[in-house]
């Protein structure tokens, strides 16, 4: 699944998190009940949401460029082969001890075998969709920061879920494997990230900016 596909799926919910409020004729916004309140509506500008937009695409365009130029370092090193392929090698233990898993750098090694977690399967691209959707809508820095941090944690474990289905898919079944690399595993995971992000956005979200921005 391309980078370009998963930025505009979850770009496509960040213009949905943006979008303008319903109006009465005079431009007053109703209020959830379908009132309006009293006095002058917030000032609008078309502009905002396109900025929005493209700061979300280049935040998240320098992360990935950021992270490629770390390729074969000690940071895709502690990424991939400890807090990925360690603690994947430390549940499989935990859950099926017998079957003799050990890490090997970005592999997860066994008899009957066993799989490597390539750069683009630990999960950071769904992180920094994450980060850059956080950093760009309304929201206090507070429930921002903290957003990233669960958001964040959220992303990891369900990716190690995801490593650890395929480990066992691959040892059973290589179709499915297949469709669950190259489809399910990664759609699933960015459907949670994205629902993460709009639960968080719509009880977190700073009622202040969001009027000021429609």
Not at 165 to 187: C, E, M, N
Request: aromatic share 10%.
């Amino acid at each position: 699944m391309s980078q370009s596909w998963r930025s505009l799926k979850i770009l496509g919910l960040l213009f949905r998190s943006t979008m303008p409020t319903l109006r009465s004729p005079t431009g007053i916004p109703y209020l959830p009940d379908g009132t309006a309140p009293d006095g002058d509506p917030p000032p609008t500008s078309r502009h905002t949401l396109w900025w929005r937009a493209a700061t979300f695409l280049a935040l998240f365009a320098l992360l990935q460029t950021l992270y490629g130029a770390a390729r074969g370092t000690w940071a895709e090193r502690l990424v991939i082969d400890q807090m990925t392929v360690k603690t994947a090698a430390w549940l499989i233990g935990v859950i099926d001890p017998g079957i003799g898993v050990q890490p090997v750098g970005p592999r997860l090694r066994a008899p009957g075998g066993g799989i490597n977690v390539l750069n683009g399967c630990e999960g950071t691209e769904v992180v920094f969709l994450m980060v850059c959707a956080m950093l760009v809508v309304p929201m206090t820095w507070r429930w921002r920061l903290w957003g990233i941090v669960a958001g964040g944690l959220l992303v990891f474990s369900l990716n190690q879920v995801r490593v650890l289905a395929l480990f066992y898919a691959f040892r059973t079944d290589k179709a499915l494997f297949d469709i669950l690399h190259g489809i399910v595993t990664p759609l699933l995971l960015i459907i949670a990230a994205a629902a993460f992000f709009i639960v968080w956005l719509d009880r977190y979200g700073s009622a202040q900016a969001i009027n000021r921005a429609v």
